[in-house]
């Protein structure tokens, strides 16, 4: 006797305060998982370049991303647009400017001291 097909769900959580979708128990997202697989990446490298996720739910995610890719290409995009606003930000703000600044003085004269 065969054992009857069991759906599992995706080991996905979406929340619905608008932060970005995790891979269930762990902080790695949907985004990097994809975009690895889009670089080319095998399941096999990206379990193994992400340990919080297992073999069977990297599969399980690009079989999502694959039934759904319109959706999930339309998210990433979305995510994308939020990102680079976020950085405009930060970077126009004069705090951060500061603070750039003298990390790079901070590079230069450690440069010139190798040297």
């Not at 979708?21 to 370049?49: C, H, M, N, Y």
């Not at 995610?61 to 979305?78: K, Q, T």
């Amino acid at each position: 006797m065969t054992a009857p097909a069991v759906l599992e769900p995706v080991p996905l959580e979406f929340p619905e305060d608008g932060s970005p979708i995790r891979v269930s128990g762990s902080r790695l997202t949907l985004d990097t998982i994809v975009r690895a697989f889009q670089r080319g990446a095998t399941a096999e490298e990206i379990a193994q370049d992400f340990s919080a996720v297992s073999l069977s739910d990297v599969y399980a995610i690009i079989a999502y991303y694959l039934r759904h890719r319109a959706a999930v290409d339309e998210y990433m995009a979305g995510r994308a647009i939020q990102h680079a606003k976020l950085r405009r930000e930060i970077e126009t703000d004069s705090d951060y400017q500061e603070l750039r600044g003298r990390l790079l003085a901070r590079k230069k004269a450690a440069r010139r001291s190798r040297a």
